[in-house]
């Protein structure tokens, strides 16, 4: 049970390339959510699931696209990379009593 | 909009002293209250709280929620190094699930 994983670790791009985040978990979790954390912002959320097929914008859902084609995964897409973009992401699926976070992606974009 | 202020923003205390951090919130359908804890990497989770004064307690640890006055306090006893970190409140919207975050309370503790 790897529960919430999360590749890459770390990604370097320049402004106006485009990547997706992935993100997976193993527990059957209905809901699943991107978030970015900033220093001195807390986390925001960014797009969030609440099950297969089913997709709703956060809090800064700008400049993101995801989609849940299955349970277990959760692909964020940075479509075209801006340095505002250069953060911590963090993925993490839930059921309605607990939330398990992956470790994260640091993606800075130059 | 779901909004959540934690204070204070940031706290330092010696090994040892007893800490009490706030959590205040204001959200469209409540239906839980979170706790975590994120040194350097993810946050991890400490309590969860769906109704008014009953105290969950984990160790050194200990939570409470108040629903009319809509807040909540993380307190931590006889504080170890271990516990410098970001401590993080988060109010889960019933319905969407949505989960929105305060910024969080930095404790140092020094040795």
């Known amino acids: 049970n790897a529960g919430v994983t999360q590749t890459p670790k770390f990604q370097v791009l320049k402004t106006g390339q485009s990547m997706t985040l992935q993100c997976a978990q193993d527990m059957n979790h209905e809901y699943m959510s991107w978030y970015r954390q900033d220093p001195g912002m807390g986390l925001r959320l960014i797009h969030y699931s609440v099950g297969a097929g089913i997709t709703d914008q956060g809090e800064v859902p700008n400049g993101y696209n995801v989609s849940r084609s299955t349970t277990e995964d959760f692909p964020l897409r940075l479509l075209s990379a801006a340095p505002s973009q250069t953060s911590v992401y963090f993925c993490?699926?839930?059921?309605?009593?607990?939330?398990?976070f992956g470790p994260g992606t640091r993606l800075t974009v130059t | 909009e779901d909004k959540v202020v934690q204070s204070p923003l940031s706290l330092v205390v010696h090994e040892g002293d007893t800490v009490t951090l706030n959590c205040s919130y204001e959200?469209?359908?409540?239906?839980?209250l979170l706790w975590y804890k994120q040194e350097k990497k993810a946050p991890t989770f400490l309590f969860m709280l769906t109704s008014s004064g009953i105290e969950k307690k984990s160790g050194r640890l200990s939570s409470i929620l108040d629903k009319k006055e809509l807040f909540s306090i993380l307190n931590i006893t006889a504080t170890q190094t271990g516990d410098s970190a970001v401590h993080l409140c988060a109010v889960r919207d019933f319905g969407n699930e949505k989960l929105t975050f305060g910024t969080g309370t930095r404790l140092t503790i020094i040795p």
């Open positions: 993490a699926s839930s059921t309605r009593n607990e939330q398990y």
């Open positions: 959200v469209t359908n409540f239906r839980s």
